[in-house]
């Protein structure tokens, strides 16, 4: 066979693989329908160890500074659970204050929270795979425990913590209330929330037009959201929880994570050993997520997605 005739199979393949893909992407959304179907996205995106591999143990953005500076994707997570701390000011609490790591997925934020400041952590999130990989990727030396549990119904008692810390759990939420009331039921008083997310923008105050409509829609299908909140929206729903005396705060980090859309493309390119190791099904599941995270990338670089911090102290009477 000559190498030009090897080149056009590769390449036909390569466009079969990228136009099937697509068709998948298009045709068979992962649609929100209860929290079990956010449980059973994130075990078969656990079980097929494609995220993993890929990404590493933390399933969010990482931090790249502002102006941003290049930097390892994997180690630019690292980075964000650092700042994000510093920012919400857990970085000052003492060694074994009690965090609750509310959407923990494989439990990359709590294993880091445990080792750097002496935390005693505990991770639930409503994917049993995730938490049994939670489990098997943790050292006994570390304080850190896993449980499955509904961020909705959390199973503690109120005044059980020193703080909350959740990454990237609320866009699987539909009820934001609810979720807001329980983060903080379950604080000591004087206990902080730090909570960080994809937020999209205040419609009430700049509509969305038809193509931003559009886009929403697949940000919301294609990864089992049921509905963004706004960051005021967000805010609002933690100051109608009652527990607070001051109005939560918030930050906007969609300058500092922006390159990580882009990075968890390339991350493929550079490790290519990682997802074709896993056979063909996982590179054409690998190519079914590029166009959600570039419409991602789009929107986080317009304005129509933003990402949202919030802190919160819990009343302390
Ligand atoms: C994008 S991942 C973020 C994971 C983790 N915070 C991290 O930063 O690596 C979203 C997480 O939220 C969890 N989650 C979604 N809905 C939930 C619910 N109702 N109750 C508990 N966890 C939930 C998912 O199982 C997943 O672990």
């Excluded at 390449?11 to 079969?16: P, Q, R, S």
């Excluded at 509310?102 to 934020?109: D, L, P």
């Excluded at 049993?128 to 990727?137: K, M, S, T």
């Excluded at 300058?255 to 074709?276: F, H, N, Q």
């Amino acid at each position: 066979m000559t190498t030009g005739l090897i080149i056009c199979l590769l390449l036909l393949f390569l466009l079969l693989t990228l136009t099937f893909a697509f068709v998948a992407w298009y045709f068979l959304p992962r649609r929100f329908s209860g929290e079990q179907s956010v449980a059973n996205a994130y075990d078969r995106w656990t079980q097929d160890q494609l995220l993993e591999r890929l990404w590493g143990e933390h399933i969010h953005l990482g931090y790249y500074g502002k102006p941003t500076k290049r930097r390892d994707f994997r180690q630019a997570k690292a980075d964000f659970v650092r700042a994000l701390a510093h920012w919400g000011g857990l970085d000052k609490l003492p060694p074994g204050s009690r965090i609750l790591d509310v959407g923990c997925g494989i439990g990359g934020s709590s294993r880091l929270l445990a080792s750097l400041y002496g935390f005693e952590v505990v991770g639930v999130s409503i994917s049993p795979a995730q938490v049994e990989r939670a489990r098997q990727l943790t050292p006994a030396k570390l304080s850190c425990s896993f449980a499955v549990m509904d961020a909705l119904n959390l199973k503690f008692d109120a005044s059980e913590f020193d703080a909350v810390w959740t990454v990237e759990c609320a866009p699987h939420i539909a009820n934001k209330q609810g979720f807001a009331d329980e983060l903080m039921r379950v604080l000591k008083p004087g206990g902080l929330l730090v909570a960080a997310d994809w937020n999209q923008r205040d419609h009430s105050v700049t509509p969305f037009s038809g193509l931003e409509s559009w886009v929403l829609e697949q940000l919301r299908v294609q990864w089992a959201h049921p509905a963004f909140s706004s960051i005021n929206s967000f805010s609002e729903n933690l100051n109608a929880t009652g527990a607070l005396d001051h109005p939560a705060q918030t930050g906007n980090w969609s300058i500092e994570t922006l390159p990580s859309w882009i990075a968890s493309i390339t991350e493929g390119i550079k490790r290519p050993g990682a997802v074709l190791s896993l056979g063909p099904n996982a590179f054409i599941k690998a190519c079914r997520e590029i166009p959600t995270l570039l419409l991602m990338h789009w929107a986080f670089s317009n304005g129509l997605m933003q990402f949202g911090l919030f802190k919160a102290e819990r009343r302390r009477r």
